[in-house]
């Protein structure tokens, strides 16, 4: 396992971006696919965004393909989520996560961060 810290969430408006960063210990971080899910207010945590460990494939969920990008520098233990055209659906507690494998599901991971604010006021 990794701990994973995230950064960069706060209050924007609608339109705006934001770029959420999740910094990792250890060195099996660079062979960890990683990932970040969302939870708004009374919903489940769903799949955001998905990136294999040599940042070579990219998953995205369909509401934010186009949108979001995500991206890893292994050499810095960072992985990324760019968001861009902000909406307040988009308002959610943001986690990074980290495991061997790739998936969709949040039982898929077992590394997680404590997660970030974003809202998106309209």
């Known amino acids: 396992q990794v701990q994973l810290v995230e950064s960069g969430g706060g209050l924007v408006q609608a339109g705006d971006s934001l770029r959420l960063s999740c910094a990792a210990s250890?060195?099996?971080?660079?062979?960890?696919?990683m990932a970040w899910f969302r939870q708004a207010p009374g919903k489940e945590r769903e799949f955001v965004a998905a990136i294999g460990w040599s940042g070579s494939n990219t998953y995205y969920a369909d509401s934010v393909k186009g949108r979001f990008t995500i991206s890893r520098d292994n050499g810095k233990n960072t992985g990324y989520l760019q968001m861009n055209s902000l909406k307040p659906e988009d308002t959610a507690v943001y986690y990074c996560?980290?495991?061997?494998?790739?998936?969709?599901?949040?039982?898929?991971?077992?590394?997680w961060g404590q997660g970030i604010q974003v809202t998106v006021s309209s």
């Open positions: 250890g060195r099996a971080f660079k062979s960890y696919t």
């Open positions: 996560a980290a495991d061997v494998d790739l998936g969709r599901r949040p039982n898929d991971y077992s590394s």
